[in-house]
């Protein structure tokens, strides 16, 4: 089916979210089902239905499953399965909460499930460092740690209206296409899509001002889907990959695709870390935090997210052809400045 099948999963996803959206936030509504504001740390001034991740789940597996381009199932079963569960573990959260140690031990099972019975894994560095096969038992740490690393990037990003639904269309268009330029790989780019279309359409309720927040059950969701898309991309073996991705460090172009949730993410855990709290603690640290303070409004915050995670992405693109470990320290030295401007602006009273 080729490209039709993929614009056919990006608009039953859309069209699915597009109008079930709105009866979803009246149920919320009738049952209760609000995110109260108060605790400090949110940023929104009255309660909001809090389970639009139900919607993300539901139409991205329904499309990615009625237009899934191939006639074996192969590791279909095992996303399936793990996406099941974090999201009924998200699911949970949202409405009656989960201590932070067993959303974190849902990530670890998934995490395992996907290295050890998927074998979707990082067995190389692909130069970076001039290092390129690493050991099993280091393939396995690594690739665990990442699938935790970006299911809660993901999950701590989602702060400001409209930032995780748009930092999640950034991601999944950027590997949908490279999946697909990479000589029509339709199994991973229908999965991208698919979810792209579920949250361009929930990004109608969820931009500034938010009639509906995600919550967990999304944000895992989408978070575990992107971190199997990058982890597919890293191992991704075709050597004759067309000339326009011809040059591209691998890693890099995913490290660059998720920068702003992995530098925020890693921002926030080592900054606890040193104050003595726990990595799970919540705060109003975030970069997104910093940059309401310094006087942007939710708009104007995820817009400028959106740019700077753009940015870095074609910074990527241009250092084509260079050897990965300087397309590396380029891209993430680059990144890691830019941040830092937030911080040294005034805080507006």
């Known amino acids: 089916m080729g490209i039709g099948s993929l614009v056919l999963g990006f608009l039953t996803s859309f069209v699915v979210v597009l109008f079930i959206v709105p009866s979803l936030i009246k149920v919320a509504e009738l049952k209760n089902l609000i995110d109260e504001p108060g605790d400090g740390r949110k940023l929104h001034k009255k309660g909001i239905p809090s389970i639009g991740g139900i919607i993300i789940f539901a139409a991205t597996l329904f499309s990615y499953s009625l237009w899934y381009p191939d006639n074996d199932i192969g590791k279909f079963k095992y996303i399936i399965s793990s996406l ?29 499930m996907l290295v050890l019975m998927a074998k979707i894994k990082i067995t190389s560095l692909h130069g970076i460092f001039g290092v390129l096969e690493i ?29 995780a639904s748009g930092v999640g269309i950034i991601a999944t268009c950027c590997f949908g ?25 929930f990004m109608f309720f969820n931009f500034s001002p938010a009639r509906i927040f995600m919550g967990d059950s999304g944000s895992l969701t989408i978070g575990l889907i992107i971190a199997i898309l990058a982890m597919e991309l890293i191992e991704f073996d075709k050597a004759d990959l067309p000339d326009i991705l011809q040059g591209i460090s691998k890693p890099v172009f995913a490290i660059a695709v998720l ?7 890693l921002r926030i855990f080592l900054y606890r870390t040193i104050k003595g709290v726990s990595p799970f603690s919540p705060d109003k640290k975030h970069i997104h935090h910093r940059l309401i303070s310094v006087g942007l409004n939710h708009k104007q915050t995820a817009i400028t997210i959106y740019l700077f995670n753009i940015s870095i992405v074609a910074l990527c693109l241009a250092t084509k052809g260079l050897d990965p470990s300087v397309a590396l320290f380029i891209v993430l030295g680059t990144a890691i400045l830019l941040v830092q401007i937030p911080f040294f602006l005034k805080k507006k009273e």
């Open 135 to 163: 050991p099993e038992y280091a393939s396995i740490f690594l690739s665990l740690f990442t699938y935790v690393v970006i299911i809660n990037a993901l999950n701590l990003v989602d702060g400001v209206d409209g930032l």
């Open 177 to 201: 296409t490279w999946f697909y330029l990479a000589h029509e790989d339709l199994l991973m780019a229908s999965l991208a899509f698919s979810l792209a279309g579920a949250l361009v359409a």
């Open 84 to 112: 099941l569960i974090l999201f009924f573990v998200g699911a949970k959260d949202d409405i009656i909460g989960t201590a932070p140690v067993k959303k974190m031990l849902a990530n670890i099972i998934v995490a395992l």
């Open 259 to 265: 920068i702003y949730p992995l530098l925020d993410v």
